[in-house]
């Protein structure tokens, strides 16, 4: 018996060894599966808390106001699982935490609310008010929470308003606020804009994720101790409190559009983040984070973050080190094609992950509107970079599985950029000061799962992109993932390799503006497009010989959701149009016209254009392209003329900001 059970053994793993080296090549599925968890559908699971309970339930809030209590969510044996309502009435609540008593604690728009279930008869009677903050009405006033920090302090994020802009229009919106458990409240952190996901790891340090938006350049992690102030100034309103630990005011925030990191060195308190998430290249909206404690029940990451993205509708992996002082580190992709936007995921009792979602109004790639699902390892060791480590003179890479030497050596098999965005005001920020590293020399270790290696220059302050596209295992797979984005905030201490033993021919000078060696200089001109001047295919100028103007003015903007609020416009072919696109959402957007069926190919095109799509505006070069807007700021507008198309047909105009155009498209329609 036992030799038949080896027999099978070895076939199996023979035949998962021809499955990745000749029939198919291994995917993210092949590694960690995505389980649905069925919901009837008289239930609209719109999730904005998860919790596990000791006995195996599963807990979930909801942004229509409601708890549920989950049965069987392992889905173990045949059985289903079954849904009871525990609590309802509630307001938008976005987070929920389980008390060793059997009670919850969650946030509510404007208080954290304790619900008991008095009787035991598995619903709640008693909705106690916890604390009560101030709300002033605005629709953005989302509140998160309360996490349980390792100390046993309760933490809780305010979300800004939004007036056009963000704002802090109700006391301590933007802030970190902690509590103890009996409810005294101590304001600890500010420059917050939309933190809907925030952790305590179990060393007790604090780290939340930032989505982009005014005064933030992309998606970011930053480290939060009692006093920082973490970027967006709204929250300075109330830094003149004697409860405020912060004492910035917003007349000390300079809004120059240098880099962050430069600006944090001349305004003491101003916390730079510990990793950037390149917008569009990693994620869109950044959310929940969780820490790998499961002891290897959920792969070889152990100890590093997962961070759920709502609008991709994935997660990321995030490793983290701390250098002089200072935290730092490198985020990759990891899990994609969930069903809805991730906004909360929670670790399961046998180390798998509930992964909660909801796209209304935060419109996601994920089709369905909610969801629950179950991430779960299959035991499969994936080939991927596992860490990278700061080294004086540039990174060292671990891998989870041996590598092949020879390509591990070959410099061609990597490419190093780096680049930052601009700190301002605006929504968002281009790329900027982009330029590439050069590979001086690489060591690979004895056993295969490492390499460093040894660059022309290190970049303070900056994202070091990381691309690892010719690395082959030993067994002869390709990274699972071959990218990722390391924030530079301190150059490590130790020996650096004397350059008389480098071993990689120069073919061009090195880039040493901003060095790891250099004082403060100020940033290099930006390579964002300029909005510039009239194009054939964006012309923003009435032709001359349209003495008699437009035939048609039409004018379209935007609903919440990622949507036009015009879903279909008709014109005659060949007659003069004058096209009004108003941006009156939070977001950014551009407005782009294309051939009838090519949308969903232009917008998968745009989201490839890696980091030139802040310079073509993510407007792909292509004949399917007619006509477009640049990308445009929230509250703004742009008018382009063109001549309709001659052919009549049903063509689509769209956003092609990357992940946009999922959702956002609408007909065009041309006839004769």
């Not at 970190?176 to 304001?187: E, G, Q, T, V, Y």
């Not at 305590?200 to 992309?218: I, P």
């Not at 699902?373 to 860490?387: A, C, I, S």
Request: aromatic content about 10%.
């Amino acid at each position: 018996m036992k030799k038949i059970v080896l027999y099978s053994f070895i076939l199996s793993f023979a035949s998962v060894l021809v499955g990745q080296t000749q029939n198919r090549p291994m995917t993210e599925d092949d590694y960690y599966r995505i389980v649905t968890l069925p919901i009837p559908e008289n239930i609209q699971l719109e999730v904005g808390g998860l919790s596990v309970l000791p006995d195996g339930r599963l807990a979930a809030s909801t942004r229509r106001g409601e708890v549920w209590m989950i049965n069987n969510p392992y889905l173990k044996g045949s059985g289903q699982p079954t849904y009871k309502r525990f609590a309802h009435g509630l307001h938008e609540p976005l987070g929920l935490l389980y008390r060793p008593d059997g009670s919850f604690l969650l946030s509510q728009r404007g208080e954290i609310t304790h619900l008991v279930d008095s009787d035991g008869d598995g619903v709640a009677d008693v909705y106690e008010s916890f604390y009560k903050w101030p709300l002033s009405g605005n629709y953005h006033e989302y509140s998160y929470g309360p996490v349980l920090a390792p100390n046993g302090d309760l933490l809780v994020t305010l979300n800004l308003d939004w007036i056009g802009h963000g704002a802090s229009l109700a006391k301590w919106r933007g802030w970190l606020l902690k509590f103890d458990d009996k409810a005294n409240m101590k304001p600890i952190a500010t420059g917050l804009r939309s933190p809907a996901g925030y952790i305590a790891l179990q060393n007790g340090d604090m780290f939340y994720t930032e989505n982009q938006g005014d005064w933030v350049g992309s998606g970011r992690m930053t480290h939060l101790e009692t006093g920082d102030f973490a970027g967006n100034p709204e929250g300075l309103v109330w830094s003149q409190d004697p409860e405020s630990p912060v004492k910035l005011t917003m007349k000390d925030i300079p809004d120059t559009g240098e880099p962050l990191y430069d600006v944090a060195k001349r305004v003491p308190g101003l916390k730079a983040p510990a990793v950037w998430f390149p917008h569009t290249l990693m994620g869109i909206s950044t959310s929940d984070i969780k820490e790998d404690m499961t002891k290897g029940a959920f792969g070889p990451f152990e100890g590093q973050l997962f961070v759920g993205d709502q609008g991709h509708s994935k997660i990321m992996r995030v490793m983290l080190e701390k250098v002089k002082g200072r935290w730092q580190g490198i985020c990759f992709p990891f899990r994609e094609g969930f069903q809805s936007g991730i906004l909360r995921m929670v670790w399961g009792l046998d180390g798998s992950m509930f992964v909660g979602q909801t796209s209304r109004g935060w419109s996601a790639t994920g089709k369905d509107p909610f969801g629950i699902q179950r991430l779960v390892w299959t035991g499969q060791m994936p080939f991927e970079m596992k860490k990278v480590i700061s080294k004086p003179d540039g990174f060292e890479v671990e891998f989870t599985l041996p590598v092949d030497k020879k390509t591990a050596q070959d410099p061609a098999s990597y490419q190093f950029n780096s680049f930052t965005y601009k700190y301002h005001h605006n929504y968002g920020s281009p790329i900027i000061n982009a330029s590439e590293r050069v590979i001086r020399h690489i060591v690979v270790s004895d056993n295969g799962l490492k390499a460093r290696i040894v660059l022309d220059s290190l970049k303070l302050g900056y994202i070091h992109e990381i691309k690892a596209e010719g690395i082959r295992s030993a067994a002869g797979l390709p990274l699972l993932h071959n990218v990722g984005y390391y924030t530079l905030n301190e150059i490590a201490e130790g020996e650096k390799i004397p350059a008389s033993q480098w071993t990689v021919s120069v073919s061009k000078p090195a880039d040493n503006s901003m060095t790891a060696h250099s004082g403060h200089t100020m940033p290099a001109a930006t390579t964002a497009a300029p909005k510039g001047p009239s194009t054939a295919k964006r012309n923003v100028d009435q032709p001359a010989d349209w003495t008699n103007g437009p035939d048609q003015v039409i004018t379209l903007g935007t609903v919440p959701g990622l949507k036009f609020d015009i879903t279909q416009v008709q014109v005659k072919a060949g007659s003069r149009i004058k096209w009004v696109f108003n941006n009156n959402d939070d977001m950014l957007h551009n407005c782009v016209i294309v051939k009838p069926g090519t949308a969903n190919p232009i917008g998968e095109a745009a989201i490839k254009l890696g980091l030139k799509g802040p310079d073509l505006q993510y407007v792909p070069k292509s004949a399917n392209v007619l006509f477009h807007t640049n990308i445009l700021q929230p509250e703004t507008s742009e008018a382009i003329y063109f001549i309709a198309p001659n052919e009549p047909g049903d063509y689509t105009f769209l956003c092609t900001f990357p992940g946009h155009h999922t959702l956002m498209q609408g007909k065009l329609k041309v006839t004769k």
